[in-house]
């Protein structure tokens, strides 16, 4: 036996050492290299040990998935696809097509030594003369290193892993092949696995992410700016604290996913974000980016959450809204959304980014204009600045108000309360601000009845310029063990009674817009209707009278009836705009549709009654199936 020197390793580790003790080593036996999915294993291989292995000991390491693979004759096409790159080139381009055929008919020990050229060119039939006739410089498949990937991610129903085994044993034992395999052996769980794996594999080594090590690699071969590898660098280890499993190992799948599209937010911020007032706070901003978008990274990496099953992450707010307003300390709380915010966001510094969440679960390009938005409303940033009452309010909500010294404190929550009472600040804020105004013990010994009385007054006054927020209610809840829940909740029904009227008003505004451009304006609709799908607030016909809506189609011609259905087919495809109140216009839609609708038309304009009633009746169906 040959023992390899410490210095004649690239990358000194126990590790590479092993392994390469067992391919200079005479064997006839296998090694199984596990470890969780995504750590590094894979990459560890064919990123580092694979280049000191063609540089030290001349092998020809190949990486064969097996994930998906059903048959041997599988494995095998998948080994000669990996082998045949390393042929001569006249070699391949001739018997390309032979060889992808035979190799499903000749034994896998063919395809070591000279075996690979007499077994392909015997059965080459005519062109066995042709191939013969070229110069056929092969790799010494005698050094033949083939590591088998995703061992543990066979389709398990199609190819046992005894078989798999098995085929090794051949390979192993035969031809003296060195064969690593990669999997997770926590996955497999037969007796006769482990049985047959006594025979087949002499070491099962544990691989042991180096996260230091690796991290460092994966920077400096990704194409990254200066300045944003040097911001991933200071962060290496909120990243890995971000990612880390319960074996503190991270996926570096995951890590990759997120250092690739993180950068787009990076760099918009640093480059293209210019509000005056938002210039001191860049490095807050991406902070608060950076933790948002590893919290998303993994969680739809790990397949939590996805662009259409948000989780309610989008309504995470409340959860810390709650926690602070009711003086409950933090706690995981025992459902997902709890605990995968208390984990990333222990002191409660949570904000909801949309764009960047459908960015990084794959549902939107990254627009940095639709960043800015959020950002700005998130800072009530107004013509490019944030005005000086909510300067005030961002100061007292941020935690580390401890840090004011007790005169500063006082004289902000003295300013702050001034600001409310003066109708400063939108009515979704005045719970809360309720809240900032009278902790620590009612700094300022306020009168909690008068001041209730006068904010209510504030908020009533300011109901007539209050535009509809959907989520209002998820936003603000209020838990009747706060000890000021006499004094919040008054608030907070006030608040939800006005967002209401908003709605109301809001809804008999959009119905009659829509209703005004399908008679007169039909062109402007179609152009907002289709560009509202990319800001995923598609336009809906929910509050759209249907009686008027189908007159208008009753009376159209032909080709503005094809526009029409087209128009409303595109609104309500595969589940789009599907509320209750969207499936109640359908239905009353497709009452009025389904009475001028004939199974055998004769003409355009039946057809495109009959194409009307049947679109309405599908997506009628899908929807109940979808709420059942």
């Known amino acids: ?65 097996l994930f998906g693979v059903t048959s041997i004759d599988e494995i095998k096409n998948r080994i000669f696809l990996e082998i045949y790159p390393l042929l001569d080139n006249k070699y391949v381009k001739i018997g390309k097509t032979v060889i992808s055929t035979l190799l499903k008919s000749i034994d896998i020990s063919n395809l070591y030594g000279n075996g690979v050229i007499s077994g392909l060119v015997d059965e080459a039939n005519n062109l066995g003369k042709k191939i013969k006739n070229e110069k056929l410089s092969l790799v010494n498949l005698q050094k033949l290193f083939i590591c ?25 034992e035969n031809s003296n092949v060195k064969v690593v395999l990669i999997a997770d052996e926590d996955r497999f769980k037969s007796d006769t696995y482990r049985t047959i794996k006594e025979k087949i594999i002499a070491n099962t080594v544990h691989f042991i992410q180096n996260y230091e090590k690796v991290y460092d690699q994966i920077l400096e071969k990704l194409s990254l700016s200066n300045d944003y590898k040097a911001f991933l660098i200071n962060k290496k280890q909120q990243i890995k604290e971000a990612f880390k499993t319960e074996n503190d190992e991270i996926n570096l799948r995951t890590l990759k996913y997120f250092i690739s599209y993180f950068g787009d937010i990076y760099n918009y911020i640093q480059l293209n974000l210019n509000i005056e007032d938002l210039k001191a706070e860049k490095n807050k901003i991406i902070d608060s980016l950076l933790i948002f978008s590893l919290m998303i990274c993994g969680e739809f990496k790990k397949g939590m959450i996805s662009f259409y099953d948000k989780k309610e992450l989008d309504n995470g707010i409340s959860f810390f809204i709650e926690m602070y307003i009711n003086d409950k300390k933090p706690n995981e709380g025992d459902d997902y959304r709890s605990k995968v915010l208390y984990k990333h966001y222990p002191k ?34 107004e013509k490019g600045i944030i005005s000086k009452e909510y300067k005030i309010y961002q100061r007292l909500i941020r935690q580390d108000y401890l840090m004011l010294s007790d005169k ?79 004094y919040l909740k ?9 967002n209401k009227e908003a709605s109301i008003r809001g809804k008999r505004t959009k119905a009659s817009q829509i209703e005004y451009d399908l008679l007169n304006n039909f062109s402007k609709l179609e152009t907002e209707v289709y560009n509202s799908l990319s800001q995923y607030e598609l336009i809906s ?61 004769m003409n355009n304009s039946s057809i495109l009654y009959k194409m009307l009633n049947d679109f309405l009746v599908e997506e009628m169906e899908k929807r109940k199936r979808w709420q059942a």
Request: a neutral charge; proline letters at 2%.
């Open 1 to 65: 036996m040959t023992n390899l020197k410490d210095d004649e390793l690239k990358n000194n580790d126990s590790l590479g050492k092993l392994l390469s003790d067992y391919i200079i080593r005479d064997s006839n036996y296998a090694i199984l290299l596990t470890g969780g999915w995504g750590i590094g294993k894979t990459y560890y291989l064919k990123e580092i040990f694979f280049d000191d292995l063609k540089e030290r000991l001349k092998c020809s390491p190949i990486m064969v998935s």
């Open 148 to 172: 088998f990937d995703d061992v543990d991610r066979v389709v398990a129903e199609k190819l046992s892993m005894e078989e798999i085994l098995g085929f090794v044993n051949s390979l192993v």
């Open 348 to 381: 409660g510094d949570y904000h909801y980014y949309p764009s960047v969440y459908n960015y990084l679960t794959g549902g939107d390009i990254f627009e940095g204009s639709k960043l800015e938005l959020e950002i700005s409303k998130q800072y009530n940033i």
């Open 408 to 486: 500063e404190y006082r004289q902000l929550t003295a300013q702050l309360k001034r600001n409310a009472l003066s109708g400063k600040y939108d009515i979704q804020d005045y719970v809360s601000i309720f809240y900032y105004i009278t902790r620590n013990h009612n700094v300022l010994k306020c009168n909690l009845d008068s001041l209730l009385k006068k904010i209510l007054s504030v908020i009533k006054s300011k109901s007539k310029e209050h535009k509809y927020i959907p989520s209002l209610k998820e936003h603000i809840r209020i838990s009747k063990e706060s000890k000021f829940y006499d």
């Open 490 to 498: 008054p608030i907070y029904d006030a608040i939800i009674e006005i």
């Open 541 to 601: 016909l929910k509050y759209v009278n249907p009686i008027m809506f189908f007159r208008l189609f009753s009376k159209a011609d032909n080709k503005k009836k094809l526009q029409i259905f087209r128009l409303l087919e595109f609104m309500y495809y595969e589940y789009r705009n599907n509320t209750d109140e969207d499936l109640m216009f359908l239905t009353e839609l497709q009452g009025y549709a389904g009475k001028k609708s004939i199974d055998k038309p």
